[in-house]
């Protein structure tokens, strides 16, 4: 791509406006009647000037043609005169005059220059740099530490030089350019295992694992085979330690909606290549935090040699699985220590380390209630109850772990890790579903979620949710007017929205090849993201004061509503800004929704970050005082090194 013109961008098109035709006050006249009107016109224009001032100071007024009165003849009417208060809204605020201000102001606005190119694939709060500070015990080094205030960048993150917008879903999922991920250290630690192969210009993910030789795709029918994975009622899904997420990325061929995480280690970029294939994901890790997902969020939990010690530290992370798992969940572990009594040789572990590994998993899964359905070759599959109605009973002989207190199970931001249970919602008989049941996919998106229905999510009921999903259907269709990119199946793929309530943007995108990263910033006044999970829909928690999890170039589009309204006071726009510009793919798009006095500031410093942006009225016309800017990131890339300009 280089030096040529970008291959996706092109410039926004603006809504057409609303013609108007002014009526016909004037017929034909004679030469006769059009001279003396004339006269008349200049006699009156000449009293006009004579009474506000007259005399020789006309130089300014003359010019202004705005305040010329027109003249009739006695036959017609002049149009009534209209009175204007002050605050004028449809003059002074058309997206149009804003845009113009905006521009006007461009001379004076700030500019950000490029970071240096080390850092390329910064990202703030897993900084390995920084991570050495913190405690290596649990992996706390590795969980997310982020900048002090007087340490955040004020300069744009360069892509690679030779960057090039990723392949199209579902090409992405096994092909991926080498200039946009320069690293080929897995191509050679996970080359027996079939990760991933270097191929001249790109890499290439055959889709193999570590537990699965013969692919994702065979292996995920393999578990197919122990449970349903096709009548829908497994429709979310989270992948701890997962590798370049092959097994997420064939998931979602299933109509399965997958999470994969690992932590930023010595196995370079395995977040950042599920990213670049078009797989969600995020950088985390089960260490002394809650992951950040609300409870009772996905339907299935998988771990293949993801290296977590699940029997360990009082069984904290099985038990934190636990509270992300629906219930009726399911969880599935392959690798050590299954099966350990063939493959211990080849782990190059004992026997005794294997087998009492195992028997600590099998302990902490029966205390938390689970049920073992299935050990079968390599996989083996535990489901969580539908409700704790028998597991109360239990917990009278096995107390440990012991039910949490009181407390708010999906609170998820920094929450510490606790060794007692989470209790499910009550009910009334054993076959009752905790929290409400859920419907099968697709009737799940649409259904009112057990947490509205319910009346769990203060302010918000079934009658919101209806109206919010109108709201939403009407808002996407005018975004794919003004941008009509979005109507474009596969010109976008991930896609981060970053003040979601009830998944609504999301929901309305559903049949395109895409995902949306649903965030609830923590700041927010209800927290709705169990609702989201409870859609079918896919989402994190985020304050957008801090960094997000995720690597530079991670979104081809972001939209935020009412993002800077929200954090106005609680921290710097513009390093918001400069956080959406680091996650943004070079000619990715935005879309922001704010007031406008709000979206003239947030141009301002669009300008500075080299967006091409444009302020347009709201979908219900010029007199909302909230509006739109619709910006794209122009393609940028760092200069050519000399190792790049040799090769």
Same mark, same amino acid.
């Given at each position: ?50 009474? &506000? ?129 320069? &690293? ?35 292996? @995920? ?16 899904? @989270? ?46 890790? @089960? ?70 590994? =195992?028997? =600590? ?12 359905? @299935? ?12 409700? &704790? ?259």
């Amino acid at each position: 791509m280089g030096g040529q013109n970008p291959p996706y961008y092109t410039p926004l098109s603006k809504p057409t406006p609303t013609s108007t035709t002014t009526p016909p006050f004037f017929k034909k006249p004679k030469l006769y009647s059009l001279a003396i009107l004339t006269i008349l016109c200049s006699l009156s224009y000449l009293f006009g000037v004579w009474q &506000h001032g007259g005399g020789g100071a006309t130089t300014s007024t003359t010019t202004t043609t705005s305040n010329n009165v027109p003249c009739f003849t006695s036959s017609q009417k002049p149009p009534t005169p209209t009175t204007f208060t002050p605050l004028d809204f449809t003059t002074h605020h058309s997206a149009a005059d804003e845009t113009a201000v905006a521009t006007t102001s461009a001379a004076t606005s700030k500019s950000y220059p490029p970071c240096d190119i080390k850092y390329s694939e910064y990202t703030p709060c897993e900084d390995p740099k920084r991570s050495l500070k913190f405690d290596r015990d649990r992996l706390i080094y590795r969980e997310r530490h982020c900048p002090e205030k007087n340490e955040l960048l004020k300069c744009r993150i360069p892509a690679p030089n030779g960057y090039k917008y990723p392949f199209k879903w579902p090409l992405s999922r096994d092909l991926a350019w080498y200039a946009n991920v320069p &690293h080929k250290e897995l191509t050679v630690e996970k080359a027996v295992q079939n990760w991933i192969r270097f191929e001249g210009d790109r890499f290439r993910f055959p889709g193999g694992g570590t537990m699965f030789p013969n692919g994702a795709d065979a292996y @995920i029918d393999d578990i197919g085979k122990l449970i349903n994975l096709k009548d829908g009622s497994i429709r979310t899904a @989270i992948d701890t330690g997962c590798g370049v997420a092959s097994w997420g990325a064939y998931l979602m061929s299933r109509n399965i909606l997958p999470i994969s995480f690992a932590p930023r280690d010595t196995h370079e970029a395995q977040v950042q290549f599920a990213l670049e294939r078009g797989v969600p994901a995020l950088i985390g890790v @089960i260490a002394s935090k809650r992951l950040p997902y609300p409870s009772r969020a996905f339907d299935m939990a998988h771990c293949s040699r993801c290296l977590i010690p699940w029997g360990q530290h009082d069984g904290a992370y099985l038990i934190e699985v636990d509270r992300v798992l629906r219930p009726g969940g399911y969880w599935i572990l392959s690798g050590p220590p299954i099966r350990w009594k063939k493959y211990w040789k080849g782990w190059e572990r004992t026997r005794d380390d294997l087998n009492a590994e =195992q028997t =600590q998993i099998e302990n902490v899964t029966r205390s938390l209630c689970w049920k073992k359905l @299935i050990e079968k070759d390599d996989i083996s599959i535990w489901q969580k109850p539908a409700n &704790h109605l028998k597991c109360k009973k239990f917990r009278k002989v096995v107390k440990n772990p012991p039910f949490c207190p009181a407390q708010d199970p999906d609170s998820a931001w920094y929450t510490k890790l606790e060794t007692c249970l989470t209790p499910l919602p009550e009910v009334s008989n054993n076959e009752e579903v905790a929290g409400g049941e859920l419907e099968k996919w697709p009737k799940r998106l649409n259904a009112i979620p057990p947490r509205i229905s319910k009346g769990t999510i203060n302010g918000v009921t079934a009658e919101t949710f209806k109206e919010d999903m109108q709201l939403w259907n009407r808002r996407v269709s005018y975004y794919k007017t003004v941008n009509n990119q979005l109507g474009q199946a596969g010109r976008y793929r991930n896609i981060l929205d970053m003040n979601a309530f009830l998944g609504g943007f999301a929901a309305n995108l559903i049949q395109d090849p895409l995902w949306v990263m649903n965030i609830v910033p923590v700041e927010a006044k209800v927290n709705t993201l169990g609702a989201i999970y409870e859609r079918g829909l896919i989402g994190t928690y985020q304050s957008w004061c801090e960094a997000m999890s995720t690597y530079p170039r991670t979104y081809d589009l972001i939209h935020a509503d009412s993002i800077f309204t929200l954090y106005k006071d609680r921290c710097e726009m513009e390093d918001i800004m400069l956080e959406m510009d680091r996650i943004l793919r070079p000619e990715g798009s935005l879309i922001i929704r704010d007031d406008v006095d709000t979206l003239v500031k947030i141009k301002r410093i669009a300008d500075g970050l080299n967006w091409d942006s444009q302020i347009v009225d709201h979908e219900d016309g010029p007199l909302e005082r909230e509006k739109l800017l619709f910006a794209v990131k122009l393609y940028w890339t760092a200069p050519a090194s000399s190792d790049d300009q040799q090769s």
